[in-house]
Structure formats: structure tokens, C-alpha cells
């Protein structure tokens, strides 16, 4: 073998070489791509309508200052029964007004007792609560 023989193949061989990093390059890239659409951005600090994010529903105070659309899950303490009870933000059963503020006055089927934690589902109208579901706990 020629000297000039021996040049071509190392300058040969160096051009593999240096096109190496350069394809997995171009591979990241393009397995990159695969992934598919951008994922939806949210506003944090705003669960999405409906969804009801870990550790529980809204406050009371969360759902009343809301713009977000109903079905809205909500958690806090019923105080109160039939057509008197309210959802409220703390309960004290050795005080003399048990429900804490803000409260809401609760409108609808709602299943737990006087003095228990539930997230209620449904919507804020005015000073109350239509309730649709309530989840006990």
C-alpha cells in the first residue's frame, strides 16, 4: 500500500469518524419530535372546572372568589341540618356559633351530618351552594 493509499483511508476514516456525533445528533432530535403535541398549559392556582385537586376540593373562601365554571368541588364543615345547614370554613363545636366565615348556605341532598368534613360538587350562587354531590370525609 501507497502512502497516498494510506492517507485516503485514515482522512476516510476520520470523516466516519466526525460524522458520528453529527447523526446522533440529528437522531435525538428527531426521536424528540415523536413526543407528540406540547402538553396544555393551566393556570396555577386554578384547578380546571370539575377536577379536584389532591388533599381536596376549593375552601369556602376559594369557591366563593372563583371564576371558574361549575361543577366545583368543594370542602368544609356542615354545620346545621335541613334546610339550615351551611358549609362552612371551620367548625368549633364548643363555641357558641359553631361555623366559622365564610360560609355558604347549602341548597340541595346533602347527606353527612351536623359537624363533619365533606366536599360537596356543585355551584356557587350567591350567599349559597347548590350542592349536586357530596362526598363524606
Same mark, same amino acid.
Given at each position: 500500500?501507497?502512502?497516498?493509499?494510506?492517507?485516503?483511508?485514515?482522512?476516510?476514516?476520520?470523516?466516519?469518524?466526525?460524522?458520528?456525533?453529527?447523526?446522533?445528533?440529528?437522531?435525538?432530535?428527531?426521536?424528540?419530535?415523536?413526543?407528540?403535541? *406540547?402538553?396544555?398549559?393551566?393556570?396555577?392556582?386554578?384547578?380546571?372546572?370539575?377536577?379536584?385537586?389532591?388533599?381536596?376540593?376549593?375552601?369556602?373562601?376559594? *369557591?366563593?372568589?372563583?371564576?371558574?365554571?361549575?361543577?366545583?368541588?368543594?370542602?368544609?364543615?356542615?354545620?346545621?341540618?335541613?334546610?339550615?345547614?351551611?358549609l362552612?370554613?371551620?367548625?368549633?363545636? *364548643?363555641?357558641?356559633?359553631?361555623?366559622?366565615?365564610?360560609?355558604?348556605?347549602?341548597?340541595?341532598?346533602?347527606?353527612?351530618?351536623?359537624?363533619?368534613?365533606?366536599?360537596?360538587?356543585?355551584?356557587?350562587?350567591?350567599?349559597?351552594?347548590?350542592v349536586?354531590?357530596?362526598?363524606q370525609?
Amino acid at each position: 500500500m501507497s502512502d497516498e493509499d494510506a492517507r485516503r483511508r485514515r482522512i476516510s476514516g476520520m470523516r466516519a469518524i466526525a460524522a458520528i456525533p453529527v447523526a446522533a445528533v440529528a437522531l435525538s432530535l428527531a426521536l424528540v419530535g415523536c413526543g407528540g403535541a *406540547a402538553p396544555e398549559q393551566t393556570t396555577v392556582g386554578q384547578p380546571s372546572a370539575g377536577a379536584v385537586p389532591p388533599g381536596g376540593g376549593l375552601t369556602v373562601a376559594e *369557591a366563593i372568589a372563583t371564576s371558574a365554571e361549575p361543577p366545583l368541588a368543594v370542602t368544609g364543615w356542615v354545620v346545621g341540618t335541613d334546610g339550615k345547614a351551611r358549609l362552612c370554613s371551620t367548625y368549633d363545636a *364548643a363555641a357558641d356559633e359553631p361555623c366559622g366565615a365564610p360560609s355558604l348556605a347549602l341548597r340541595g341532598d346533602v347527606t353527612a351530618k351536623s359537624g363533619e368534613k365533606v366536599t360537596v360538587f356543585g355551584a356557587v350562587e350567591g350567599e349559597a351552594f347548590a350542592v349536586s354531590s357530596t362526598v363524606q370525609g
